[in-house]
């Protein structure tokens, strides 16, 4: 069993930068790959970014490459989401999710378990 809890959403303006957390538990933690997704108002989730369990592979959508950072901390259980240069179309819940079943990346679908997400708002 993994839990998961984010912190670190807001509102922010245009061009400005956020720092999503994402604290895990769970004794599967440091081998799952993690991810972050996103659900922008009235649109469906969509993938954000992932990391292997090691970080030694990330991925990002094409939508936030060049402006966000993923990254993690097995010590501490927790990955994180650096977002800078923040547009008001990233405005959205951001979920944490984790793949105990894949230590490599999460798929576009998602991983196992899920956070309960945390809002951005980005003004204009």
Do not use: H
């Amino acid at each position: 069993q993994v839990q998961l809890v984010e912190s670190g959403g807001g509102l922010v303006q245009a061009g400005g930068s956020l720092r999503l957390s994402c604290a895990a538990s769970g004794r599967t933690f440091s081998s799952s790959a993690m991810g972050w997704f996103r659900q922008p108002p009235g649109k469906e989730r969509e993938f954000v970014a992932s990391i292997s369990w090691s970080a030694a592979r990330t991925e990002y959508a094409d939508s936030v490459k060049g402006r966000s950072t993923i990254f993690r901390d097995n010590v501490k259980n927790a990955v994180y989401l650096q977002m800078n240069s923040l547009k008001p179309e990233d405005t959205a819940v951001y979920y944490c999710t984790a793949d105990s079943t894949n230590p490599t990346r999460v798929g576009r679908q998602g991983g196992n378990y899920w956070g309960q997400g945390t809002q951005v708002t980005v003004s204009s």
